[in-house]
Every structure is written in structure tokens, then in C-alpha cells.
């Protein structure tokens, strides 16, 4: 079976389990913060594509691009898990388990 440049990166299987912690946090937000749940669901997706779009790139200047982008999504995110925890949407096991794999995520 074929493979993709993305499915060798540590860095693109974190940002996948990060992924299932986001949806945890938005399947538990209550209605009235519809724009919690649509701003993590973009930006925790836009970490996983920028990823692969990085490593599916042969430009040196345009991967280096899309893992940036990958970055600031990654800590757009952690900024987002962070209101939520303040304003109690989500419990902060989710908070921790979500920054630790955002953490590995900007670390690689």
C-alpha cells in the first residue's frame, strides 16, 4: 500500500490524537458558544492539513510556510482550550491532555 510523505511524521499522528481531544471539547460545548466550537474545529483541522500539505511540498520556503501555518493554528488552538477551561465549556483534563499534545506539536 501506498503511502503519503505525512503518514512518516510523529509530528502529523500527535496532531491527529490532538484532533480527537478538540472534538471531545466541542461534542461537551453548550449551544449558546457555537463560535467555540467552530473556531477549535477549523483551527485543530488546519493543523493536521498544514502538516500534510507541508510534507506533501518539494518548495524548501513554501513547507517551511505550511508548517508555520501548522504552528499558529497549533497555538490558536491552545488559546481556544484555554477560554474554554476559564469559562468552564470543558473539564480541564481536556485543557492538560490538549496542551501537552499541542506542546509536542510546536516542539517538532
Known amino acids: ?6 503518514d512518516e511524521l510523529d509530528v502529523y499522528r500527535i496532531a491527529i490524537s490532538f484532533l480527537d481531544v478538540a472534538n471531545r471539547v466541542i461534542t461537551r460545548i453548550p449551544r449558546g458558544y457555537a463560535y467555540f466550537k467552530d473556531q477549535l474545529g477549523r483551527a485543530s483541522l488546519s493543523v493536521v492539513a498544514n ?4 510534507a506533501g511540498e518539494f518548495m524548501p520556503a513554501e513547507k517551511a510556510r505550511f508548517y508555520r501555518m501548522a504552528c499558529r493554528s497549533a497555538t490558536e488552538c491552545a488559546a481556544l482550550l484555554d477560554a474554554c477551561g476559564g469559562l468552564k465549556l470543558t473539564d480541564p483534563e481536556n485543557v492538560t491532555k490538549g496542551r501537552e499534545l499541542l506542546l509536542r506539536i510546536v516542539g517538532c
Open 51 to 54: 502538516i500534510s500539505e507541508g
Open 1 to 6: 500500500m501506498h503511502q503519503f510523505d505525512h
